[in-house]
C-alpha cells in the first residue's frame, strides 16, 4: 500500500538511495536538506534539523498537501573527528545537535500527527558507533548512544497509540560521509594525541570508503517501511561489525576497551 514518508538528510548517502528505492516501489516520498534540489520522484523540502521552527514548517507542509504522514526517517547526521578533551563547545553543539536533537525536533513535530491518526512508523538512524564508544569519534558515539536511549523509550510510549519505532544501526558504508567528515584542528595539534589520531583516521577512512553500498541499507529501509511487525533493532554491516557488536554485548568492559584500542592503532604516547 503507498504510504506517505519523510525523510531527513535525503540529498545524499543513505536518505538519497532510500529516497529512490522508496519513490520506485510507488510510495510519495519527501525528502529534506538544507539545500533541497530538484528530483522528478522525491518532493524535496528545505529542513535544517537542528532549528525546531524549519522542521516544523516542512512537517506542516506535507501534511498540507498528503493530510498525513505514515512514515518518518531520521537519517540527517554528520560526524566530527577528535579526541573526547579537545573538542570545543561548538564541535559538541554541532555534533550533538545535528544527530540527536535533530531527530528529537523531528519525532516532536511528526509524533502529534501520527498520534492523531493512531498509526504511524518512525525509524532512527543509529550506528555500531551508538553500541561502542568508538576512538576519536567520541561525540558521533555519544550522540548515536543518545538516538538508542531515546528511540527505545519513545517505543514504549507510542505503541499504544499504533506507532511503530524501529533503528537501524550501519556499520561502514561508502558514502559521502567520509569526505565530509570535520576533523578536530586541535587535536591534529596535539603532540600527544596527533600521531594516534592520525593512525586511527587513517583506518577509520579506509573502512568506510572500502565499506557496503548505501543502496544495502536502503533496501533494508524499504524492508522496515513496509513490513508488518518491524523490530526495535536492525543491525546492518559486515559480518565483522555484527560480530563486534554481538562481542560487545558478552565480553567484560575493560575487555573490549582493549579490543578497540589494538583495533584503532591507539597508542601510547611518547614520553
Excluded at 34 to 58: C, G, W, Y
Excluded at 162 to 181: H, N, Q
Amino acid at each position: 500500500m503507498k504510504k506517505i514518508i519523510l525523510i531527513t538528510g535525503a540529498s545524499s548517502g543513505f536518505g538519497q538511495a532510500t529516497a529512490q528505492q522508496l519513490a520506485a516501489r510507488g510510495h510519495i516520498v519527501y525528502g529534506t536538506s538544507r539545500s533541497p534540489k530538484s528530483d522528478s520522484t522525491i518532493h524535496f523540502l528545505q529542513m535544517d534539523v537542528r532549528n525546531a521552527e524549519s522542521v516544523r514548517k516542512a512537517v506542516e507542509q506535507v501534511v498540507a498537501a498528503e493530510g498525513h504522514i505514515d512514515v518518518l526517517i531520521n537519517n540527517a547526521g554528520m560526524g566530527i573527528g577528535g579526541s573526547l578533551e579537545l573538542a570545543t563547545p561548538e564541535e559538541i553543539d554541532l555534533q550533538m545537535g545535528t544527530n540527536f536533537m535533530g531527530c528529537v525536533n523531528v519525532c516532536q513535530a511528526v509524533l502529534p500527527y501520527m498520534r492523531q491518526q493512531r498509526q504511524g512508523r518512525i525509524i532512527n538512524l543509529s550506528s555500531i558507533g551508538g553500541v561502542m564508544g568508538l576512538p576519536y569519534q567520541g561525540f558521533y558515539s555519544a550522540s548515536k548512544f543518545a538516538i538508542e536511549g531515546f528511540t527505545e523509550a519513545l517505543a514504549a510510549e507510542v505503541r499504544g497509540f499504533g506507532i511503530k519505532v524501529s533503528m537501524v544501526e550501519p556499520g561502514d558504508f561508502a558514502t559521502g560521509f567520509t569526505a565530509s567528515r570535520r576533523n578536530s584542528e586541535a587535536t591534529a595539534a596535539c603532540e600527544d594525541y596527533r600521531e594516534s589520531f592520525a593512525r586511527s583516521l587513517s583506518l577509520i577512512e579506509k573502512e568506510e570508503n572500502g565499506g557496503l553500498k548505501p543502496e544495502v541499507l536502503a533496501h533494508r529501509m524499504v524492508h522496515i517501511v513496509e513490513c508488518s511487525h518491524p523490530h526495535l533493532r536492525y543491525v546492518v554491516a559486515n559480518l565483522e561489525q555484527r560480530f563486534s557488536v554481538w562481542l560487545k554485548h558478552i565480553c567484560p568492559g575493560n575487555w573490549f576497551v582493549g579490543i578497540l584500542r589494538d583495533y584503532y592503532k591507539v597508542g601510547k604516547p611518547k614520553k
